[in-house]
């Protein structure tokens, strides 16, 4: 018996070394490719945003509007990452999006637009300037289940100006209207 208990072990291990063998042999190395990513990202643009404006430190005209009360300040922005992340939670090439927008280009000027109304964005448009770089963006989205409906507009003109618009019908609570606009000195 001695004999047959070495031998198992020995033809153990060898199979072990050779399935350890043949799982390293079929991985390559290379480096996985990079995501393609079909859209402009969004989220990236307005990090660099969020970046350039901290440095800057602009003064900012700002107007918020509930329904039909307004109210107009001048202000420093202290947390610019607060003040757009509206814009930076709009990103394109989320996997839920695949094949459901559509991409339309003219001379300066790209427009997505939704294919199927169930997802939230409807629709970006994106101004490019003389250089080739993104300076606007018109950004619409509609988000509904059971309880409420936001429609949603966000405008941005880089380094100009930005606003929220937004109007809400909630189930129990009726409809909303909220406008957030500031102008960048």
Wanted: with cysteine; proline share 4%.
């Amino acid at each position: 018996m001695y004999w047959y208990n070495e031998n198992y072990k020995r033809w153990k291990a060898v199979a072990a070394a050779a399935v350890t063998a043949l799982l390293f042999s079929c991985g390559t190395n290379e480096k996985p490719a990079a995501k393609s990513r079909p859209f402009i990202d969004i989220p990236a643009f307005f990090k660099e945003e969020v970046k350039s404006l901290s440095a800057r430190r602009p003064s900012v005209v700002k107007t918020v509007t509930k329904d039909t009360v307004s109210e107009r300040k001048e202000l420093q922005v202290e947390n610019w990452a607060n003040e757009l992340s509206s814009f930076m939670t709009v990103d394109l090439n989320k996997p839920a999006y695949a094949g459901h927008l559509q991409k339309d280009s003219t001379a300066n000027t790209v427009i997505i637009q939704s294919l199927d109304p169930a997802i939230d964005i409807s629709r970006v448009e994106i101004q490019y300037g003389a250089d080739g770089k993104p300076h606007e963006f018109l950004i619409k989205r509609t988000i509904k289940n059971s309880l409420y409906e936001t429609r949603e507009t966000l405008h941005y003109k880089k380094g100009a100006s930005y606003s929220l618009e937004k109007h809400q019908s909630v189930l129990v609570l009726g409809d909303k209207y909220y406008r957030i606009e500031g102008i960048i000195e």
